[in-house]
Structure formats: structure tokens, C-alpha cells
């Protein structure tokens, strides 16, 4: 949490796996979800339907000071062959005071395919 309000504009993996590509990112509202979906297989009647919903990964977002984000970004993937190492770094990027700033971060992907 930030003692100040900031603008979220872009998120992205850094080191995406080779056998996995992104085909996009985006950014919803927790309550058009309802709740925070880890792993949404597209097609299955309880994954969020998110093209219906409102996104915000092209405008981007304002997360107010001392705040949680009701908005969290996804990543459309597509597995394209084996997998065998972990995605661990994303970039957000951000306005804060009118300054631009982007930071990194560690985050976790950890997806394998059965036989």
C-alpha cells in the first residue's frame, strides 16, 4: 500500500517460459469476477467470462492511497510445448505525483501439463 494514490498503466511478465506464450493481458474488477480466479481454463462454465466484463489494462487504473486494488491483471496463455521452468518476475508500471516509474517484482507461475 502507498501513502499516496497511484495509477496503475501496465503490467507484464518478464521472463515468460519457453512452451508457454502470452496471447494478452488484462485487467478486471474483483467484483465482475467475483473473486480472484488463479486458473481459469477458457471454455469451462466456471471460469469468469471475461470478455464481457470491463477492462482496464488500456486505460488503467487508480488504486486510492492506503488501498487495496479491486482490479487485478490476468494473462491469456497459450501452452505451446513442454514446460519445465517457472515464470518469477513481472513489470508494473505507474504514475504517482505525475511522475513515471516502473518496478519489478516477483511474482509466480508454476504450470505444468499432465501426461
Same mark, same amino acid.
Given at each position: 500500500?502507498?501513502?499516496? *494514490?497511484? #495509477? &496503475?498503466t501496465k %503490467? @507484464?511478465? !518478464? /521472463? +515468460? =517460459?519457453s512452451?508457454?506464450?502470452?496471447?494478452?493481458?488484462?485487467?478486471?474488477?474483483l467484483?465482475?469476477?467475483?473473486?480472484? =480466479?488463479? &486458473?481459469? =481454463? @477458457?471454455g /469451462? =462454465?466456471?471460469?469468469?467470462?471475461?470478455? #464481457?466484463?470491463? /477492462?482496464?489494462? @488500456?486505460?488503467?487504473?487508480?488504486?486510492?492511497?492506503?488501498?487495496?486494488?479491486?482490479?487485478?491483471? +490476468? $494473462?491469456?496463455?497459450r501452452?505451446?510445448?513442454k514446460?519445465q521452468?517457472? $515464470?518469477? @518476475?513481472c513489470?508494473? *508500471?505507474?504514475?504517482?505525483?505525475? +511522475? %513515471?516509474?516502473?518496478?519489478?517484482?516477483?511474482c509466480?507461475?508454476? !504450470?505444468?501439463?499432465?501426461?
Amino acid at each position: 500500500m502507498s501513502a499516496r *494514490e497511484i #495509477e &496503475i498503466t501496465k %503490467a @507484464e511478465m !518478464l /521472463d +515468460v =517460459p519457453s512452451g508457454i506464450e502470452v496471447i494478452e493481458y488484462g485487467a478486471y474488477n474483483l467484483e465482475d469476477t467475483q473473486g480472484l =480466479p488463479l &486458473i481459469a =481454463p @477458457e471454455g /469451462d =462454465p466456471f471460469t469468469p467470462k471475461f470478455r #464481457e466484463f470491463k /477492462d482496464y489494462s @488500456e486505460e488503467g487504473f487508480t488504486v486510492k492511497a492506503k488501498a487495496v486494488s479491486d482490479v487485478f491483471y +490476468v $494473462a491469456h496463455l497459450r501452452v505451446t510445448g513442454k514446460i519445465q521452468r517457472n $515464470a518469477s @518476475e513481472c513489470r508494473f *508500471e505507474y504514475r504517482q505525483g505525475g +511522475v %513515471a516509474y516502473n518496478q519489478t517484482l516477483r511474482c509466480g507461475l508454476e !504450470l505444468r501439463l499432465k501426461k
